[in-house]
Structure formats: structure tokens, C-alpha cells
């Protein structure tokens, strides 16, 4: 990357651009993400527009209606969800109250789980950390896979697949 670029990006990228595109990325849509941020279309396509141009690489490629992320974008998205999980702890690193924990945990599942053992855990975890949100999301367990290996979510919950449990057992 050109010494210029790298000033610029260093000095004056807007992370309102990246979290409009983490957001694209997450969705999978434009509408979609524009409906999430509360914009317009346009609007996130004019900040797509213009983090392309910030960067100068391509981060989508668009097909009709859907897309897929280049490599930069594959790029620029795992780095912006990192930026994302930092600055998501801010208050929590910075909240100096009298050790009480706060903050929020975005956790999957997948639905129809029924266990006494897991039910008991979030009973008690409430009961030590009440000044912690938790969001439980509930989707299908490769949805789960792809949101946690993107560093979308905190957390996942599902049954093991017959392979995992043969690998574990063996």
C-alpha cells in the first residue's frame, strides 16, 4: 500500500464507513443493511462507494441482486469486526464502579434445546452478573458456525453433529 494512502487511512478513515460495511456484510444485502442502520439505500451505497474509494480496492462484487465480498472485502471485514469488538467494550473497560461487571453477551441457539443443566446455568449466571445483558438469538446450527467464526456473536449453543461426537469419542 502506497506510503499516501496509508497516512490517510491512518489518520482519517471513517469508522462510520467500516461499521456500514460490517453491517452489509452481515446482512448480505444492501436494503437490508440500510433498513438495520436506519438509512437509506442509497445512503449505504454511497458509504460502500466511498470506502472502496478510501481503500482503493474493490470490496464487493456484485451479481443482480446478491453479492460476494473480494478478497480485500473478505479482508476489511474481518478487521472491522475486531475494531467492533473493541470498541463494544469500551464502557465496560472503562466503567471504574465498585467491581460490578456490566456489559452485553450475544449468544446463538439453536431452538428446541431443553436441558435442566443449561437452564440452571443461565438462572445462575443472571443471579451473579444481573447488570449483563444477555441476547439470545435463536438460528440454525450453520448459521451459528459461520456467525461465530466471523466474530459476530459472543457465543453459540447446539447439538453436536454425529461426526463431532465420533471425533470426540475416539
Not at 76 to 82: D, L, P, Q
Not at 108 to 137: C, G, K, N, T
Request: avoid cysteine; charge should be neutral; proline fraction near 4%.
Amino acid at each position: 500500500m502506497r506510503t499516501d494512502i496509508a497516512q490517510f487511512l491512518n489518520d482519517r478513515l471513517d469508522w462510520n464507513l467500516l461499521r456500514t460495511f460490517l453491517v452489509i456484510m452481515q446482512e448480505r444485502s444492501l436494503s437490508r443493511a440500510a433498513a438495520r442502520l436506519y438509512v437509506t439505500q442509497p445512503a449505504v451505497s454511497q458509504a460502500l462507494r466511498r470506502l472502496e474509494e478510501s481503500l482503493e480496492r474493490k470490496l464487493i462484487e456484485r451479481r443482480g441482486p446478491t453479492f460476494a465480498p473480494t478478497q480485500a472485502g473478505e479482508e476489511v471485514f474481518r478487521i472491522a469486526s475486531e475494531i467492533y469488538g473493541h470498541i463494544s467494550r469500551l464502557e465496560t473497560e472503562l466503567d471504574d464502579a465498585a467491581g460490578d461487571i456490566t456489559g452485553s453477551i450475544r449468544l446463538l441457539m439453536v431452538s428446541r434445546i431443553e436441558s435442566p443443566v443449561y437452564d440452571e446455568f443461565l438462572a445462575e449466571f443472571h443471579r451473579s452478573y444481573p447488570r449483563i445483558d444477555l441476547q439470545i438469538e435463536v438460528m440454525r446450527s450453520s448459521e451459528i458456525i459461520s456467525q461465530l467464526l466471523q466474530k459476530n456473536r459472543d457465543g453459540g449453543v447446539r447439538p453436536m453433529s454425529r461426526a463431532e461426537r465420533q471425533t470426540r469419542d475416539a
